[in-house]
């Protein structure tokens, strides 16, 4: 009699239960960390912004260019020994320029997000908390605000205060806190009901303690995944001011108004102008973009895979 | 429905109301008066004050809002001194030109968007889908003037096939047969509003392709190109109707650039020639404008929606 292999397991061979091992638990932002890290689009788009980091901060310290005095003598150059990147109309080194602009366009993109999501979080979150009438009226502010269109308010407003790496980022953060207000208030809309929050009230918070220990760490998750959002856009948003001429003025350089300089030298042909500076700005925020989709995915916990 | 109506006519006058305030807020701030404008740079302190004065530019902001807003209700957007000219009639000149590019932009966008969508959602993560998706999110993070330009340098210049500039006729009629010089700004424009649609419009399809009826559908033998024609489309466009409102100002925004870009004398350049000047009244009136029209739009793609969708019952 041959021994017939069978798909049953002998009995008392114990064997983990259906729906997967149970591991030790772990913290949410663990469990998130480790979904993250197994998006490759992700850790490529951090690696991305990590390389531009160290590349416009770092860079200049490495690769010393002239950048304050013009040099008639060498504009326009080709790339080549000693301009690894060419030179523009007025002799500068596009290389350094790149590094100086990239500088302008992170910094503005972070504070001008940080001052956005700010301003959205606390709003939201007072308005979800508050309820009823003053709920209505804040989030019709939110609506009349959102009906007018962003780039021409920026540009408005840029056109008689900005030209400062400061300004911008406040003109910019100022008109970008609508949507994580719209976002955080629902969030909260969801958790104020929840017995937590029902039991620190209980216990005496008040309702500055409730946003700022319950309400706004619990919505952490949408306002990080805004945030990165809220760099692309900003970041889109300096470049289109600079290009349109209402950026930064000299010593200081943003990629939008480089490449509104490299446009008047299309017709001959000077690519290095505007191609190096155009594919920095898409990587950027392409980055930002993959690594807000890729949060979303990681910090939503009906989307996780297991 | 009948209640819903009233109800969201209701809410969109309300945003006019704040957004009139909130322009007239700015305008108010930054250009308090014209008089400099009209009496020119050299005029002195006291003939300003008597010109506000005559004019009414030092009554109190209620009084001025309230002026404001009886002239534009009367039609009347503001006078352009800078131009000097009232900024309907120069607005009465251009909008024709804006509204062809935009408009058959959008048209374009929408009927690519909805079959390309669809198209990923039945075939996803096929390489199909995924060169589409990864294009769609290139595009998406490319700054509008960096698409123009690489356009230009490449259709116009180094392959001088179309031309580098919009059609400058003041004729809409020419304007609309010059495929020469309007192809690039249309093509341009349309690929960034489907960069923008094209992931909404195939999540959608993915959401309807789940339903039970695309079962159902399948399971009594139909053929699946009629499954797709006519239970998919028409049920998985129905997100489209709102998202079209919701980008009416993106879309004015990508006007703007590609106006300013291509010199297309429509309302963006406009814009960005009063940006120069600091044209207050015209930049001011038409951000008004704008924003009436995506309140309009907005109100326009609800209403649609519970039209065409009458599973939405709205008490």
């Known amino acids: 009699m041959t021994h017939i292999a069978s798909p049953v397991p002998p009995l008392g061979v114990t064997h983990a239960p259906e729906g997967g091992e149970i591991g030790p638990v772990q913290s949410g932002w663990r469990l998130a960390l480790r979904e993250f890290a197994r998006n490759r689009l992700a850790v490529a788009g951090l690696g991305v912004l990590v390389f531009f980091v160290l590349f416009c901060f770092g860079g200049p310290f490495v690769y010393h260019a002239n950048l304050l005095s013009t040099n008639l003598a060498a504009t326009n150059l080709p790339p080549g020994a000693g301009h690894p990147l060419g030179t523009d109309n007025l002799g500068f080194d596009e290389l350094g320029e790149l590094m100086k602009g990239g500088q302008a366009a992170l910094e503005i993109g972070f504070l001008a997000a940080a001052i956005g999501i700010v301003i959205g979080a606390l709003w939201g979150a007072i308005s979800g908390l508050a309820g009823g009438i003053a709920d209505s009226i804040m989030m019709r502010v939110v609506d009349v605000f959102l009906s007018i269109p962003f780039l021409f308010i920026v540009l408005i407003v840029a056109v008689r205060y900005a030209a400062s790496a400061l300004g911008l980022s406040l003109i910019i953060g100022v008109f970008t806190w609508l949507v994580p207000a719209r976002l955080v208030r629902g969030e909260v809309l969801t958790l104020r009901v929840r017995d937590f929050v029902s039991a620190a009230r209980a216990a005496g918070s008040g309702r500055l303690r409730l946003i700022h220990r319950h309400l706004i760490p619990n919505a952490l998750g949408v306002i990080t995944v805004n945030v990165t959002f809220n760099i692309a856009d900003a970041i889109l948003a300096v470049a289109t001011l600079g290009f349109l001429g209402f950026g930064l003025h000299y010593p200081k350089v943003d990629w939008g108004d480089m490449l509104s300089n490299g446009t008047a030298y299309l017709q001959d042909g000077y690519w290095w102008l505007i191609y190096p500076v155009g594919t920095c700005i898409v990587l950027v925020v392409m980055a930002c973009n993959l690594l807000g989709d890729a949060l979303r995915d990681s910090l939503d916990v009906r989307l996780r895979r297991w | ?315």
């Open chain 2, 1 to 315: 429905m009948t209640g819903y109506l009233p109800r969201r006519v209701g809410t969109s006058l309300v945003m006019l109301f704040g957004v009139s305030i909130f322009i007239f807020f700015l305008l108010h701030t930054i250009y308090p008066s014209p008089a400099i404008d009209v009496l020119g740079p050299k005029a002195n302190r006291v003939s300003i004050a008597v010109w506000n004065k005559q004019h009414g530019f030092d009554d109190p902001f209620i009084v001025q809002y309230l002026r404001y807003v009886n002239q534009l209700l009367h039609g009347n957007l503001g006078y352009s001194y800078k131009l000097n000219q009232s900024v309907a009639a120069l607005f009465q000149e251009r909008w024709g030109r804006s509204a062809y590019l935009s408009g058959i932009s959008l048209l374009f966008a929408v009927l690519i968007a909805i079959p390309l969508g669809i198209f990923q959602a039945v075939r996803r993560n096929t390489i199909g889908d995924n060169v589409a998706t990864t294009l769609a999110f290139v595009t998406y993070a490319m700054p509008d003037f960096f698409l123009y330009l690489i356009a230009i340098q490449l259709l116009a210049l180094t392959f001088p096939i179309f031309g580098f500039e919009a059609s400058q006729s003041t004729c809409m009629l020419t304007v609309m047969l010059d495929w020469r010089d309007m192809t690039l700004p249309i093509v341009c424009l349309t690929l960034l509003i489907v960069a923008g649609y094209s992931r909404y419009m195939r999540s959608a399809a993915m959401d309807t392709l789940a339903q039970d009826y695309i079962k159902v559908a399948r399971a009594k033998g139909l053929p699946e190109r009629l499954v797709l024609l006519r239970h998919l489309v028409r049920n998985a466009c129905l997100p489209m109707i709102t998202l079209i409102g919701l980008s009416i100002p993106a879309l004015l925004a990508g006007s703007l650039i590609a106006e300013t870009v291509f010199n297309y004398p429509g309302l963006g350049l406009l814009f960005y020639n009063s940006l120069g000047t600091a044209d207050y009244p015209v930049l001011l009136a038409y951000t008004l404008v704008g924003a009436v029209l995506t309140i309009a739009g907005n109100l326009v793609a609800d209403i649609a929606l519970t039209v065409a969708d009458p599973r939405i019952r709205l008490a």
